[in-house]
């Protein structure tokens, strides 16, 4: 019976260790596995903090944040692809790793607040736009380039980034609203001012006064109220102003010919008083010579 329990015994021990040879040749690949990341691992956080020291190199104002922050996100996803390492070595490790990635994310972040803050004051300028300046669209096209700018000079964390060029383009569209506001209704006015430029026009037009005084109020009155109208649509600017000056011209041909026909009716009266001047004179000389003439007679009596 002790020769059968034995024999069973080895039989069973045979069998484990060929159950179990495979996962220790699986344990031990895992072993050497994770001696090989070890190795990777510190490969990698040197040259890591080679390359942090080549970014930082430079004065802090000269700063390349874009690199900066694309060697940061690129150390992340690099840092996950690393394999498994015993636990012992992990912490030391990761330390390493989290120190290397501050010496980047620190100052970072700092520039980040800063540009936030920048962004900010970009927003408070273009929310105190007046858009029925003339300059308005100049002025947003100058902070549009300048947000562009710094927006790849510096990058910000995508839901910052989201949030502020959001309330930016908001405010760039409420100026380019308010001048299509004011563009509509300039073009109405516009429409207005036509109007009310062909009824001066056509008073002008229909002026018939005999009054040279009269004629030069009418038109002076009409030359203030035509300033006073602001501007046209410009396809019709010209035909409105031709109008408007023939009109003018028209006025002004009644009256120098109301002075022509005054100066014609002053000379008529001037010649007809010469005229009378001269009857006068050639009667009394005619009664001066008959007088003499009845002298003479008495005096040879």
């Known amino acids: 019976?002790?020769?059968?329990?034995?024999?069973?015994?080895?039989?069973?021990?045979?069998?484990?260790n060929s159950a179990y040879a495979p996962a220790a040749?699986?344990?031990?690949?895992?072993?050497?596995?994770?001696?090989?990341?070890?190795v990777k691992?510190?490969?990698?956080?040197?040259?890591?903090q080679t390359q942090v020291q080549t970014l930082l190199q430079v004065d802090e104002t000269s700063f390349n944040w874009k690199k900066i922050h694309q060697a940061i996100f690129q150390f992340q996803q690099d840092w996950k692809k690393l394999g498994l390492i015993d636990r012992k070595h992990l912490t030391r490790l990761k330390n390493q790793f989290e120190q290397n990635l501050n010496s980047l994310r620190v100052p970072l972040e700092k520039r980040q607040q800063e540009e936030i803050r920048s962004r900010e004051l970009l927003i408070e300028q273009a929310n105190k736009i007046e858009a029925n300046q003339r300059?308005?669209?100049?002025?947003?096209?100058?902070?549009?380039?300048?947000?562009q700018i710094q927006a790849q000079q510096v990058p910000l964390r995508r839901q910052d980034e989201q949030v502020l060029w959001e309330k930016f383009r908001a405010s760039c569209d409420t100026v380019f609203a308010k001048r299509k506001?004011?563009?509509?209704?300039?073009?109405?006015?516009?429409?207005?001012?036509?109007?009310?430029?062909?009824?001066?026009?056509?008073?002008?037009?229909?002026?018939?006064?005999?009054?040279?005084?009269?004629?030069?109020q009418l038109r002076s009155s009409i030359e203030g109220e035509w300033k006073e109208i602001g501007s046209v649509p410009r396809e019709q600017e010209g035909?409105?102003?031709?109008?408007?000056?023939?009109?003018?011209?028209?006025?002004?041909?009644?009256i120098e010919n109301l002075r022509n026909l005054e100066k014609q009716l002053h000379s008529a009266q001037l010649l007809r008083k010469i005229v009378l001047c001269q009857v006068v004179e050639k009667t009394l000389t005619s009664i001066e010579n008959q007088e003499n003439g009845n002298h003479s007679a008495s005096e040879n009596l």
């Not at 019976?1 to 484990?16: H, I, M, P, V, Y």
């Not at 300059?135 to 947000?147: G, N």
């Open 1 to 16: 019976t002790g020769g059968a329990s034995k024999e069973l015994w080895n039989k069973f021990d045979q069998a484990c």
């Open 239 to 254: 035909v409105v102003e031709r109008r408007y000056q023939l009109a003018v011209q028209a006025v002004n041909e009644q």
């Open 41 to 48: 691992t510190e490969h990698f956080l040197n040259n890591m």
């Open 181 to 216: 506001q004011v563009a509509e209704s300039n073009d109405a006015q516009r429409l207005e001012n036509v109007k009310l430029k062909t009824l001066l026009c056509e008073k002008l037009e229909l002026i018939n006064e005999k009054n040279i005084n009269e004629l030069h």
């Open 135 to 147: 300059q308005a669209v100049e002025q947003v096209r100058s902070l549009q380039e300048r947000w």
């Open 25 to 38: 040749m699986h344990f031990q690949e895992l072993d050497e596995q994770r001696q090989q990341n070890l």
